[in-house]
């Protein structure tokens, strides 16, 4: 299996722009989870979805965050308008849910910078 | 929230040696993780231990859970210096899918 794939590896762009980070999970996962890591905060979920539904989103940042998962392959992280503070690696993860809490598989991550 | 705090938040030692990481969190757990993470990489998952667990070896690597003390600790024995990375621990929340990660141990392993 080749794993959790993030794309692109490393993003630079300027504050205003739309920046969106994709990830293809495990194939047979269920479960699909968006973090944000930064020197500050260390590593925070940001949201998670459940065969392609959004379970918990409480912590996205803010509204110029939004991610979707049109199917069980691909999922989104959009932000619009992007600024500075959104500088971060953010990360996508899988694992397959049989009842309880998990092993997760990350990707390799997504490094943004916005100027 | 966090809900893991590691301890200590860096350390060093020479190849050979043991490394023992700890782990605080806050609230009752279902299950506790610890993931490592090479400089620049994504996270790998190490070793998982149920509540119901006391102690759980893989390999150079053994786990401790003490939910009395709501802690954890992380040892790695005859370290190497590919060793060398970030060490999380990492609990549920609210029997829930939502993992917690600490703030880390930076462990060095010198040649």
């Known amino acids: 299996d080749a794993g959790v794939i993030q794309s692109p590896r490393h993003e630079v762009t300027e504050m205003g722009q739309e920046v969106t980070l994709r990830c293809k999970p495990i194939s047979g996962h269920d479960y699909l989870f968006w973090y944000r890591q930064t020197m500050m905060r260390g590593l925070e979920l940001l949201i998670y979805f459940n065969n392609n539904v959004p379970i918990d989103d409480s912590g996205m940042p803010e509204d110029r965050f939004s991610a979707k998962m049109p199917n069980a392959s691909f999922s989104t992280l959009k932000i619009q308008p992007s600024e500075p503070r959104d500088s971060a690696v953010y990360f996508c993860?899988?694992?397959?849910?049989?009842?309880?809490?998990?092993?997760?598989?990350f990707g390799p991550g997504t490094r943004l910078l916005v100027l | 929230s966090q809900q893991g705090e590691e301890d200590p938040q860096a350390l060093s030692i020479q190849e050979g040696e043991n490394a023992t990481m700890n782990c605080s969190y806050k609230?009752?757990?279902?299950?506790l993780q610890w993931y490592r993470q090479n400089s620049g990489r994504g996270l790998v998952h190490l070793i998982l231990i149920r509540s119901n667990e006391r102690e759980k070896h893989s390999g150079r690597l053994r786990v401790t859970l003490d939910t009395s003390k709501k802690s954890s600790s992380l040892l790695i024995t005859a370290s190497r210096a590919a060793d060398t990375a970030s060490y999380f621990c990492a609990t549920d929340e609210d029997s829930s899918y939502k993992l917690i990660f600490g703030s880390g141990t930076r462990l060095l392993v010198r040649p």
């Open positions: 993860a899988s694992t397959h849910g049989t009842g309880g809490l998990e092993t997760q598989y």
């Open positions: 609230t009752s757990i279902n299950n």
